[in-house]
Each structure stands twice: as structure tokens, then as C-alpha cells.
């Protein structure tokens, strides 16, 4: 079972930065997609970023293209996501998510607020 935890989320101002981590336990996630969701109180969740596995490759939602970057370090097993000029529409939890064919794994979620 590959378990996810997420840290690194709080309260920032507009136009603020945080940096997300994901640390992954169970076994390595070398073969895995890693992404990145988010949702707000009420609606549904949507996807933020993902960054394959093996070649690297990298996709961003629009609402965050130039803002976040996403990364992933195989051997320390975590995916980070560094969010630069956060707005109050940024406000959320963010969730971790891995994935290997038909196997699916989510982390519980940390809190990131936006908030003057």
C-alpha cells in the first residue's frame, strides 16, 4: 500500500508563495504519475498539475500555468509543488495523488487559505 502525506500548506497573503510536499511511504514511486488536485468546500475536485513518470513530462491546469511548478525527487519519494502569486481563488485543500495503471492512491490533503 503506498501511503501519501502531504505538508507545507497555511495561510498567505495575496501575491504569496508556498511550497507543497508529498512524501510517499510503502514503496517507490519511480513508475508512478504524481499529481496534484485541489478542491473547494462544495465543488468538485480539480486537477492542478502532474508530472509523469520516466520521462518527466509536466502539465499544468490553466488557472495555474506560470505560477506553480511542479517537481518530483523518485529517490527521496516526493512530489513538491512550488506555488508563486497565490490569489484568493488559490484557496483550497490540495491533495496529493499517485498513479500506476489501474491503482490509485490519494494523501489527505493539506489546507492552503489566501487571504489579505
Known amino acids: 500500500q503506498l501511503r501519501l502525506v502531504e505538508s507545507g500548506g497555511g495561510s498567505v497573503k495575496p501575491g504569496g508563495s508556498l511550497t507543497l510536499s508529498c512524501q510517499a511511504s510503502?514503496?517507490?514511486?519511480?513508475?508512478?504519475?504524481l499529481r496534484w488536485y485541489r478542491q473547494v468546500s462544495g465543488k468538485e475536485r480539480e486537477s492542478v498539475a502532474r508530472?509523469?513518470?520516466?520521462?518527466?513530462?509536466?502539465h499544468y491546469a490553466d488557472f495555474v500555468k506560470g505560477r506553480f511548478i511542479i517537481t518530483r525527487d523518485d529517490l527521496k519519494m516526493t512530489v513538491t509543488l512550488q506555488m508563486n502569486a497565490l490569489t484568493p481563488d488559490d484557496t483550497a485543500v490540495y491533495y496529493c495523488y499517485a498513479r500506476r495503471a489501474n491503482n490509485e492512491y490519494w494523501g489527505r490533503g493539506t489546507q492552503v487559505t489566501v487571504s489579505s
Open positions: 508530472i509523469a513518470s520516466v520521462t518527466g513530462y509536466r
Open positions: 510503502g514503496f517507490g514511486v519511480s513508475s508512478f504519475d
